[in-house]
């Protein structure tokens, strides 16, 4: 029990330290900002004083951070958010891939199409002339 408390402590104090950094702030402003020397901050983020649980908030308040996040080192709803938008967008581009993809499929198809109806036409004036020609051999036969 003693170890997962410890466990805990250093993740705090790894996510302090990493989130004061991240921000570019000074142990200085951070040590301003909670109204205890810098001394004491120093010891605070090197493990040698205990953060006490009341001023876990304060820590995380002028961090600008939730609790949640300086003690698990990431926000688990706003993640969560983030992934969930992430995806929403990779899928709304794939769509548009595949949609893109069909657009272009119809239109080869739709071109296809009218060059058939061209090769059908001049068929069917190749045997319009062919029927013609037989009428008029068939005419002289007759006579």
């Not at 040590?31 to 983020?45: F, G, H, M, N, P």
């Not at 926000?75 to 990779?90: R, T």
Request: overall charge neutral; proline content about 1%.
């Amino acid at each position: 029990m003693e170890e997962e408390k410890r466990l805990d402590e250093n993740t705090i104090r790894e996510n302090l330290k990493k989130k004061r950094v991240e921000l570019g702030y000074t142990q200085a402003d951070v040590a301003d900002s909670l109204d205890i020397s810098v001394t004491a901050y120093q010891k605070i983020e090197s493990g040698r004083t205990r953060i006490l649980n009341r001023n876990y908030s304060r820590c995380a308040e002028t961090l600008g951070v939730s609790l949640s996040e300086l003690i698990n080192g990431f926000e688990p709803v706003k993640d969560a958010v983030a992934a969930m938008e992430e995806a929403k967008i990779a899928y709304g581009l794939k769509m548009k891939v595949q949609e893109s993809g069909y657009l272009n499929e119809i239109q080869s198809r739709d071109r296809e199409i009218e060059r058939l109806k061209g090769v059908i036409k001049d068929k069917e004036d190749t045997i319009s002339t062919q029927k013609l020609l037989i009428d008029q051999l068939m005419g002289r036969l007759k006579v």
